[in-house]
């Protein structure tokens, strides 16, 4: 069974960094799909940047040029490095996994928050 567990949450100023880490256990393939996303309250869950099975990344338009994602599969980790946070970033980030690439994500951490607020 595959397990992802958020790290790297907190509260910063807008402008300021936070790089979020995604701990997977269990057996994953190197291959598999992974993905950001967030949920502010009150509203869906967004899909904020992915590795796809070939290795290319995507990104909302809100992430793009901002935030970075990566993955280390020997420490099988995943990352997402935000940079230059707006208020409007605050929400709770979540890791999912896919070993399918399924867009509806097998596997799903139990979040982290981020609080972007002067």
């Known amino acids: 069974q595959v397990q992802l567990t958020e790290s790297g949450g907190g509260a910063v100023q807008p402008g300021g960094s936070l790089r979020l880490s995604c701990k997977v256990s269990g057996r994953l393939s190197a291959r598999a799909c992974v993905a950001w996303f967030r949920q502010s309250p009150g509203m869906d869950r967004l899909g904020v940047a992915a590795?796809?099975?070939?290795?290319?990344?995507s990104y909302s338009d809100s992430a793009r040029g901002r935030f970075s994602i990566s993955r280390d599969n020997a420490d099988n980790t995943l990352y997402l490095q935000m940079n230059n946070l707006k208020p409007e970033d605050t929400a709770m980030y979540y890791c999912?996994?896919?070993?399918?690439?399924?867009?509806?994500?097998?596997?799903w951490g139990q979040g982290t928050q981020v609080t972007v607020s002067s």
């Open positions: 999912a996994a896919d070993p399918r690439c399924d867009p509806k994500f097998a596997y």
């Open positions: 590795i796809l099975r070939d290795g290319r990344t």
